[in-house]
């Protein structure tokens, strides 16, 4: 019974590359090492179209909605947008700047800065936040597609529902999501190096359903609509401006805090960096703006509703035209495009990023795709149709996850930026050991957890406020600082991980080595080395990479 548990053991393991220089251990395996040259290939116009996916989808669409409803005029929302995007892309840029470096993803790069034991603090808040995003993200995917499929088959549009209404789910949008599922699983199979085309294919449809929509409501309402003409109705234009960039900053935080796990497979250095910059700042304000007009053009045309998702605006549109044979066809191919749109960014946003971070808990028996493909049980077991139909304040804590992905940001700019200047001991992120400059105090680095619960607290009495609707004026100062949750979180971490570590320096500072195309060790067991507080580089081998030829 022992040797068969032991040889299942073993054909569980994730496969390696042929002559592989690693092995398989608690802290390697093929998708965290350090990328090889050639799996790089991902150039200028691949980013580009990372991006145009990114900033091109149903939430960019939606981003009106959010800004206006801190009281800004559509004009207002619009230069919101604008300076929200450029601020996205040079954070993208500081984000991904490790990736395209040294080649390494958020998981492994979370080590330098947590710890190789504090690290998993970060990426199960990562996975956390991945799962429940891709269930909902799914949701609204296969809705997406119930809607292409009611302009294929008009009696589905209206088909009778069998489901109890205490589910929350139509039978219309389980057949739908079902058929999304069908679509998404074979992308996971995809390796992340060769998605370049399948996310050009997604933008073309999707840019193609924003013109369609475009050009539809304008033409029929003579312009852009009354919406887009009235004036803002915030009390403090200041405060609402800010936090209007803060919400953009806040709605592509956790893509940007990862934005590694993609410039990783850069094939040249600054290949991201002309995407980051243009074309993320271009899709985003490009994408809100056409949904702002669309939105206010489409109230007039449609009694005055206000249909800010552009899935439920396709269905209307074939209720309001009748199902007529121009309005189906109309509504097949834009919601083509937002079928493939969602499809993309749950690969983009979830899948592989969220893949990385599983494999990183458990590297011998999960990699990128495996857990991808546990990403998505999870997020459907968790009824994402339940959620959005009754759980508001779930959704209000969701949302309200910026609270801790914010100060995980600052933390990492700060340490990798300024604190060890972009020199990094690749092998020791993937050592378990007190031989690891990144060990610390028993694999956790006290100042991240410092400074990010310093950045944390400011924000949670917002949090709660906001949750529970609370309505006192002593709360107004906190709802304002929550609001402002990106900004704050980031600087508040930033500047205190920064003096913690200006006043205890960590060790190693000014080492770096390169990945040795050796088989790591992976020594596990740190009670073989384990180190009175944290280690000291001058009295071990300083420099050194620590293998071991197996």
């Not at 398989?24 to 799996?39: Q, S, V």
């Amino acid at each position: 019974m022992g040797r068969k548990w032991e040889q299942l053991k073993v054909r569980l393991q994730v496969p390696k590359d042929e002559d592989s220089y690693y092995e398989n251990t608690r802290w390697c395996n093929r998708d965290l090492i350090p990328m090889p040259p050639e799996r790089r290939t991902w150039g200028i116009w691949g980013y580009c179209g990372y991006w145009t996916v990114s900033g091109s989808c149903i939430s960019a669409w939606s981003t009106g909605s959010t800004l206006l409803a801190f009281g800004l005029s559509p004009q207002q929302a619009i230069g919101v947008v604008i300076v929200g995007g450029i601020l996205t892309g040079l954070l993208a840029v500081a984000c991904g700047w490790m990736g395209e470096t040294h080649h390494i993803g958020f998981t492994v790069s979370s080590r330098f800065s947590w710890g190789m034991n504090g690290s998993y603090f970060p990426v199960i808040l990562r996975v956390f936040v991945a799962c429940m995003w891709f269930g909902m993200q799914a949701f609204w995917g296969g809705q997406a597609t119930r809607v292409l499929w009611g302009a294929i088959i008009p009696g589905f549009a209206n088909m009778r529902n069998f489901f109890s209404a205490g589910s929350h789910l139509l039978t219309k949008d389980f057949i739908g999501l079902v058929i999304w599922m069908i679509a998404f699983i074979p992308l996971v199979l995809v390796p992340p190096e060769r998605l370049q085309v399948p996310f050009a294919i997604s933008f073309f449809l999707f840019a193609g359903s924003c013109i369609g929509l475009l050009v539809w409501s304008v033409h029929n309402a003579g312009g852009a609509g009354r919406l887009f003409h009235e004036p803002g109705s915030a009390e403090n234009t200041g405060w609402a401006f800010m936090f209007g960039i803060t919400a953009i900053l806040g709605a592509w935080g956790a893509g940007t805090l990862g934005q590694s796990d993609w410039t990783r497979y850069a094939n040249r250095k600054f290949a991201p960096t002309v995407s980051q910059m243009v074309a993320a700042p271009i899709t985003i304000a490009i994408t809100a703006i056409i949904g702002i007009i669309v939105t206010s053009a489409s109230a007039d045309i449609l009694d005055g509703q206000l249909v800010w998702n552009p899935i439920y605006l396709l269905a209307e549109i074939q209720d309001e035209y009748h199902s007529s044979p121009r309005s189906r066809a109309g509504v097949f191919f834009a919601s083509l495009g937002l079928v493939s749109s969602q499809l993309a960014i749950s690969v983009v946003l979830n899948s592989v990023s969220c893949g990385m971070d599983m494999a990183g808990l458990w590297p011998k028996y999960i990699n990128i795709r495996r857990g991808s493909y546990i990403m998505a049980c999870i997020g459907i077991a968790c009824q994402p149709w339940q959620l959005i139909s009754t759980a508001d304040k779930f959704l209000k804590v969701l949302s309200g996850f910026g609270v801790f992905m914010a100060p995980a940001t600052g933390v990492m700019l700060a340490d990798y930026h300024v604190v060890r200047r972009r020199k990094l001991k690749l092998n020791d992120l993937y050592t378990g050991n007190a031989s690891s400059i990144y060990w610390f105090n028993k694999g956790v680095n006290w100042r991240a957890i410092v400074a990010f619960i310093s950045g944390v607290w400011p924000l949670l009495p917002g949090l709660v406020g906001t949750v529970d609707n609370y309505t006192d004026s002593s709360f107004t100062g906190w709802i304002r600082l929550y609001n402002l949750t990106f900004i704050v979180g980031v600087a508040m971490s930033f500047a205190i991980f920064w003096a913690l570590n200006y006043f205890f320096p960590p060790p190693g500072l000014g080492q770096e080595a390169p990945f040795v195309d050796e088989v790591l060790s992976g020594l596990e067991d740190p009670g073989s080395e384990p180190g009175k507080g944290e280690f000291d580089p001058a009295s071990e081998k300083s420099g050194a990479a620590a293998t071991v030829s197996v």
